[in-house]
């Protein structure tokens, strides 16, 4: 009998997703969703238009209090939702 070399369904698609360069944008769209929890409710409701270029999230915050502390944890902003992700995909948060 005849013996196939088998692969997992998680490293077929982890394959795709690298070959075809969308594995960076995926797990960008995942921090960017993770940040209501990450973050909690009470400060997520002060933030807005979320978004992500060359690894440093962007981050409008409409209490300037608020921003100044946020601004202040940014590394470790940086390193939880790097943690809820999986994966290194943020350099650093900045607060606009």
């Not at 088998?6 to 077929?12: A, F, K, L, V």
């Not at 075809?20 to 969703?33: Q, S, V, W």
């Not at 978004?51 to 981050?59: A, D, K, S």
């Not at 502390?69 to 948060?93: C, E, P, R, W």
């Amino acid at each position: 009998m005849k013996r196939f070399n088998t692969e997992g369904i998680s490293d077929i698609l982890g394959k795709f997703l690298r070959e075809e360069g969308l594995e960076i944008p995926l797990l960008e769209h995942r921090a960017l969703r993770a940040w209501p929890e990450v973050m909690g409710q009470a400060i997520a409701r002060y933030t807005s238009d979320l978004r992500i270029r060359n690894g440093i999230l962007y981050v409008k915050v409409s209490s300037a209090p608020l921003r100044q502390n946020l601004q202040m944890a940014h590394k470790s902003i940086a390193d939880k939702i790097n943690n809820h992700v999986g994966s290194h995909v943020l350099t650093d948060v900045r607060m606009v």
